[in-house]
Structures are given as structure tokens and as C-alpha cells.
């Protein structure tokens, strides 16, 4: 059995806001590392060194805070606010049409999942101390 945990995302996310012009130039397709990610004007586009996904407009309200100012670019930083359950998965897995390697964790909240590269989520979240139940 996979045992999921809690951890919070600590590290920041390079988002800006995706624009009527960008829907046109990218016909409302992003292709992130784990599979083809679709946007609508309003969502946000983040990247980092592996690549580029997108954060629908909704959760970026609801789950970061803007943490730096834009850069020439049109980026700013944010962290996100909440936790997450995620767990190691075994054997490669595709969720939504994204796809995750085995020992790539897949992180789940408020009803969705993602696939996060192991290296990269061993970066960027930390373990939530576990009550005691």
C-alpha cells in the first residue's frame, strides 16, 4: 500500500499571468515535461529549469501569495499557502493525461493530482510533522 503524507511546497514558483496573445501564439497548449497542459487567458504560466506548466487562475488565488514583484518579463515570485498529500509512486503512472516515471511523487489536492519529477520535489517540498492518531 502507498502511503501518502503531508508536505508543503516550499520552495517559491516563477509565475506570470498568461494573455489573450499568448492563447493565440501557443493555440492554448502548454507542453510541460509530464504531457500537454491546456490554459485560458487569466490562468498563469510557471518555469522553472525542467520547463514551463500551468497554475489555473483559481488556485493561484486561493493558494499562493505574491511574494516578489515582476521582473522585466512579466514573472513574479509566489509560495504557495497550502498542503499536500504525496507519495513515491513505484511504477511509472499517468494521471489527466500527465505522465510521472516510478519514483516520481504524485502530490495530490482539493480533488486533483500531478506528477512531480522526484528530484525536483525532494528541492521544493518539505514534510508536515504527522499527528499522532
Not at 516550499?10 to 498568461?18: D, E, N, P, W, Y
Not at 492563447?23 to 502548454?30: K, N, S
Not at 516578489?68 to 497550502?82: T, V
Not at 500527465?98 to 480533488?111: F, S
Request: aromatic content about 12%; hydrophobic content about 40%.
Amino acid at each position: 500500500m502507498i502511503a501518502f503524507k503531508k508536505y508543503k511546497k516550499v520552495a517559491r514558483t516563477l509565475a506570470r499571468i498568461l494573455t489573450p496573445q499568448d492563447y493565440e501564439e501557443r493555440q492554448g497548449l502548454i507542453y510541460a515535461p509530464e504531457g500537454i497542459l491546456q490554459f485560458t487567458p487569466g490562468d498563469y504560466l510557471a518555469k522553472d529549469a525542467k520547463g514551463e506548466w500551468t497554475i489555473r487562475q483559481a488556485t493561484m488565488q486561493e493558494r499562493y501569495v505574491k511574494v516578489a514583484l515582476e521582473d522585466e518579463d512579466g514573472f513574479a515570485q509566489y509560495l504557495r499557502i497550502d498542503v499536500s498529500f504525496a507519495a513515491p509512486m513505484p511504477e511509472p503512472f499517468i494521471l489527466d493525461g500527465m505522465r510521472g516515471k516510478a519514483g516520481d511523487y504524485l502530490v495530490l489536492n482539493e480533488g486533483s493530482g500531478w506528477p512531480v519529477d522526484r528530484e525536483i520535489f525532494e528541492r521544493t517540498y518539505e514534510l508536515v510533522e504527522q499527528d499522532n492518531e
